[in-house]
């Protein structure tokens, strides 16, 4: 074991790219204040670890049997991480008992990582790289007018999920006896008080993890959930195995998909967020990080310079295109240029009717003819090339959009899974984005999308990819 001034955090990482890019700024900058991490991973992650000033560590695993990435099938993923779990934590746990570690940092979907701190009774810190879920309920405080009647406070008959804005107090259900008194109480005192006055008054309302992003991931999720039940048996065994042998409690789906720790650090931020507002204390929304991060990949292209207006698209699309050939064949269609893209006449005054044309940089791996404006490479620099595109055709993974975000460029977003719909809403909502929903009407949709820019509010931007460390690495130096 080295021996550091301030001592070892064992970051225990999830080895898929999104995952790893998201933390690596953070685990680097805690590097550099002086502590030893030591960040598990897989092979193929040990170049950018080290990169980053971290200690590559391999999990005790063959990394190739390491597959969560798969995450539209919630119950396969649910059951793999148990098992995961279950296979590695004999020696997680000897080799955390080895290090003896200040403090644990773990990806919210490494169990094994919030284990280990638990069992070993150390501080862990989770990290979300995707749009949390908290599972719990709690209190939120808001200002109210002094109500009229009572049934302006209670509402009148049941309700769906009560304490959602709106509908607040819709029956009782859901709510324990006390705070069924509770939410009583405040009636009458506020009616007493209330008699020929104005004013407000501050109330006590039940917020459920329904408004607390669970509400935002269902509807992605809800569709193919039942197709993988056949997950459940092994589920449960594995449930029965860990809570036998180490006593871990909080195995249920929502606990062990969104796990949590002492303190929970948000990689993007509380706008972002669906129900931001009400995530409470434990909870440091610290902006988008994979943009600082130390890159080792390199281009060996450069954009063609633009010549006569052409629109510079970028399109990452992951596994997408292996899956929807439609889409892909419109991309060629409605993108492609057999001259190249090199033509002289000003296509800027051409783009409200549609006549545009394109330079193109395609993440794709296969064999296949391309138009001669296409470049097309299994893998790029993503910031280099962000930094010069006009549009980003994107999934919709929380980094990538916040990349984009960074460099000012306008998404057009292709989600497929529950967690990339999340995303792909909440931009589109905020302003900064549109969801492709008719594949035939790419271009239409891209020249829409990049009129976005025009009406950005330059505030929101900033304040969306702005990076607060300094809080949490306090927190690390206090321990």
């Known amino acids: 074991m080295h021996e550091t001034t301030k001592g070892t955090v064992l970051f225990y990482g999830i ?63 649910y059951r793999l991480i148990l098992q995961y779990t279950d296979q590695m934590l004999p020696d997680l746990l000897r080799q955390a008992r080895q290090e003896r570690p200040r403090a644990i940092l773990f990806e919210s979907l490494a169990l094994w990582g919030r284990a280990v701190g638990q069992l070993l009774g150390l501080p862990s810190f989770s990290f979300y790289s995707i749009a949390a ?18 049934e302006r406070v209670l509402g009148r008959g049941r309700r769906s999920w009560p304490g959602s804005r709106g509908r607040v107090l819709g029956g009782s259900g859901g709510l324990s006896d006390s705070g069924k008194r509770e939410l009583e109480t405040g009636w009458k005192r506020g009616h007493q008080k209330g008699k020929g006055c104005t004013g407000s008054r501050t109330v006590r ?18 569709a193919g959930f039942l197709r993988y039940v056949g997950e459940l048996p092994g589920t449960m065994s594995y449930v029965r195995r860990l809570r036998g042998k180490y006593g871990l409690q909080r195995l249920g789906l929502l606990q062990v998909l969104m796990n949590r720790g002492d303190y929970n650090l948000c990689g993007y931020s509380r706008l972002f967020q669906p129900g931001g507002h009400l995530f409470g204390g434990t909870y440091r929304f610290v902006g988008p990080l994979s943009v600082h991060r130390r890159a080792v990949e390199h281009n060996d292209f450069t954009w063609p310079e633009a010549s ?60 296949r003819q391309f ?34 975000l960074y460099f000012g460029v306008p998404c057009l977003l292709c989600p497929q899974q529950g967690e990339q ?47 607060s460390l300094e809080e949490v690495l306090e927190m690390f130096e206090g321990l």
Not at 207 to 221: D, M, N, Q, R, T
Not at 384 to 398: E, N, P, R
Not at 447 to 461: T, V
């Open 15 to 77: 080895p898929a790219y999104g995952h790893t890019l998201s933390n690596l700024y953070l685990a680097g900058r805690l590097a550099e204040a002086g502590f030893r991490v030591v960040y598990y991973s897989a092979g193929p992650f040990r170049k950018v670890i080290r990169e980053n000033g971290c200690e590559y560590r391999p999990y005790p695993m063959d990394w190739r049997e390491l597959d969560l990435r798969d995450g539209e099938r919630i119950l396969k993923l």
């Open 133 to 150: 879920i908290d599972w719990t309920w709690g209190w939120q405080e808001e200002k109210r007018p002094w109500p009229g009647s009572r």
């Open 205 to 222: 309302l039940p917020v459920s993890p329904w408004e607390k992003g669970l509400g935002a991931y269902a509807p992605g999720f809800s």
């Open 308 to 367: 006569g207006g052409a629109v510079r698209v970028y399109i990452s699309l992951g596994t997408i295109f292996n899956r929807n050939e439609r889409l892909l064949q419109e991309v060629i269609h409605q993108f492609g240029d057999p001259g190249g893209g090199k033509g002289t006449r000003d296509c800027s005054k051409e783009r409200d009717s549609g006549k545009v044309s394109f330079q193109v940089v395609l993440v794709w791996e296969g064999e």
């Open 371 to 404: 138009p001669r404006n296409f470049i097309v490479r299994p893998f790029v620099d993503q910031s280099a090339v962000l930094g010069q595109a006009d549009l980003f055709i994107t999934a919709g993974g929380v980094n990538s959009i916040h990349e984009a």
């Open 421 to 467: 719909l999340v995303n792909a809403r909440q931009f589109e909502r905020l302003g900064f984005g549109r969801i492709l929903r008719d594949p035939a009407r790419l271009r239409q949709e891209a020249l829409a999308c990049m009129a976005l820019r025009k009406g950005w509010k330059e505030k929101r931007r900033a304040a969306m990819t702005a990076v």
